[in-house]
């Protein structure tokens, strides 16, 4: 329970600031303009990470025990932030950045006695005068490898999603909260700026943003195989982080043969590479967010393998990458001729072009999801103090609606107060049941399938003033739930049970944000429900 609370905590702060966030960019100077080595064409907001960081950030104080490796964690996130959107306001040199990683990591190494004690393969015990430096570079890597990765719309934050899914899935098997609560939290924040990066972006995460990224999953990693599960094999880390390390590795080789700088920005990473022989940019981002998540699922399957093993299948599959992407380079093929359509890349194009009109669907979701708000107020028999304070939020978030329902940007009041109202009824109402058996074809998993097809069913066929047609988000979230049945069809009834509960919580919030998109009716519709709702618990759980 507490990982949700601080995910959706994460997720809803990150979804409030980030619109403000990007009003406030061109006064603040932190604006990214195009150059020949970008694909934006136009200027975007660079703030994002700003909305990712502090959503985060605020979770973690909330619901993490601040010991000696959150608080070091903290000041080093601080420095990152401070130095990160410096150089989004002015463009810092790259000597300046590396100054600022390695102020904000060696305190929570030494300070923090947070560091690799042991290398893979070789089983060498590291002494503190090696592995601290050690590992020191390697999140100062991870830093880099992060921040050089986002170069396309929800790129490095997708890439990042999923490694923080499978760093909380691991660490919720060995029973380490702490990591399980953080991993959460920081999805909950890239779940609510990832609403506004998919292609195409209104705004882009920016240093502050990719370096807290890097700089948070270096430290998740170090803490899940050094402290809260030893017994996992020590190459994990290169599944775990996924293309995002072998790509920069590849670009520093390049850059090395070519004799050029090493730290200076070029146009041969894998996703730049990818656009140059021809894919489209979601395309592009499909691809890199499909061979991340094989290595994510090959991370979470083969945890307690031989380091052998697994730096062979990880090396495996990043030559394969670079295998095909040499060849296409070097014998002309281009994906965008003219008829050639294949694999998924072929679905998804005839899904986006078709013209078909999906009446039934929507009228569905309309129907469906305030329908789900009140009824599932009649399951709540008991509040915790947690509950109780997420209540009053919602009753006042819908409150201050009332007055300002006709103002620009009031929307995010109801918005705000339906985010945070759907997990407590969906864990409130079904969180009890969590260990008994449940028959995949029970009415709950009947309704939230058909809704869920609905969802995007509908969504498909929004109008273009909707702004609501599927993207490379979707995408990721359709690689979750698979990934969540495959990881989680083996696992305990509580686990598998988790994993439903949140893919019902993300269907949910799709179906109401579609509500809100489709027309202000939708925003009284779901404020409605939601004060019904409200108003039925606070009567069934008085006294």
Known sequence: MTALLAMMTALVISIALTPLMIRLAPRMGMVDLPDPRKVHLAPIPRVGGLGIAVGTLVALLLFVPIDGVVAWYLF??????????ADDAMELG??????????AVIPIVHFGDLWVTTLPVFDIVLSPWIGKPFTVIAIVGV???????????GLASGEALMSFAAIAYLGFLAGGGQCLAFAAAAAGGILG???????????????????????????LVVLLTQKVNPALSMAIPALLLGLPIIDIIAVFAQRIHGGMNWFKASKNHIHHRLLAIGFQHYQAVVIIYTVQA????????????????????YLALSALVFLALIMAERTGWRADIAGRKWLILGVLDSIRDSDAVAVLPRWFVVLAVPT?????????????????????????????????????????????????????LVWSGQ????????????????????????????AKFASARDQFSPNTMDFLLLLFVLVAGFVLGSASDDMARLGSLLVQVVILFYGSELLMRMSRNGAYALSAAAALSVLLIALRTAG
């Open 431 to 458: 969180g009890d049941s969590i260990g008994q058996q449940t028959h995949l074809w029970s009415y709950t998993g009947v309704f939230f399938t058909a809704l869920g097809i609905c969802v995007l069913v509908a």
């Open 294 to 313: 094989l290595m994510v699922v090959a991370a979470v399957s083969l945890a307690y393998e031989s380091d052998v093993l697994i730096i062979a299948i």
């Open 76 to 85: 080093g996130a601080a420095v990152l932030l401070l130095f990160g959107a």
């Open 372 to 424: 789900f708000i009140v009824v599932a107020s009649f399951s709540v028999t008991d509040l915790s103090i947690d509950s109780k304070v997420v209540l009053a939020l919602v009753a006042l978030l819908l409150l201050a609606y009332i007055p300002l329902r006709n103002r620009s940007q009031s929307e995010y009041l109801p918005r705000l107060a339906v985010y945070a109202l759907i997990p407590m």
């Open 143 to 153: 830093i880099n490898a992060i921040n050089h990765s986002d170069g396309l719309d």
């Open 94 to 103: 790259h000597w300046v950045k590396f100054v600022g990683q390695f102020i």
């Open 193 to 219: 700026f990832l609403r506004f990066n998919t292609h195409p972006a209104r705004v882009f995460m920016g240093d502050a943003g990719s370096q807290f990224i890097g700089y948070t999953l270096g430290v």
